[in-house]
């Protein structure tokens, strides 16, 4: 059973925006902190955006700063990710991440995939 499923993704031409919804379920979505991780072709994944338990924090990539936001629903089970502004480097597999306050659980979706291009 997958805890953790992305939508949301596309194709867009640059300076477009995108949506990503990631939507949890099976677990205390309010206690666990939720991140977006990206995975380029030939390249790591990295952190994109994060935010705390009740949404108090934030933290961003800096080339995604400015362009990217992160926000949860906790009455939803749902965290997004608003991209403006898309550039052809955030063409990417996106990928939502649960982790626990204690660190004991850590969730992943099986991404979706994000094209930048004209």
């Known amino acids: 059973v997958q805890l953790v499923v992305e939508s949301g993704g596309g194709l867009v031409q640059p300076g477009g925006s995108l949506r990503l919804s990631c939507a949890a379920s099976?677990?205390?979505?309010?206690?666990?902190?939720m991140t977006w991780y990206r995975q380029a072709p030939g390249k790591e994944r990295e952190l994109v955006a994060s935010?705390?338990?009740?949404?108090?924090?934030?933290n961003y990539l800096d080339p995604v700063k400015g362009r990217f936001t992160i926000s949860r629903d906790n009455a939803k089970n749902m965290v997004y990710l608003q991209m403006n502004s898309l550039k052809s480097e955030d063409t990417a597999v996106y990928f939502c991440?649960?982790?626990?306050?204690?660190?004991?659980?850590?969730?992943w979706g099986k991404g979706t995939l994000v094209t930048v291009s004209s």
């Open positions: 099976g677990f205390t979505f309010s206690a666990f902190h």
């Open positions: 991440n649960a982790v626990s306050s204690t660190g004991t659980q850590n969730y």
């Open positions: 935010i705390s338990e009740i949404g108090g924090r934030t």
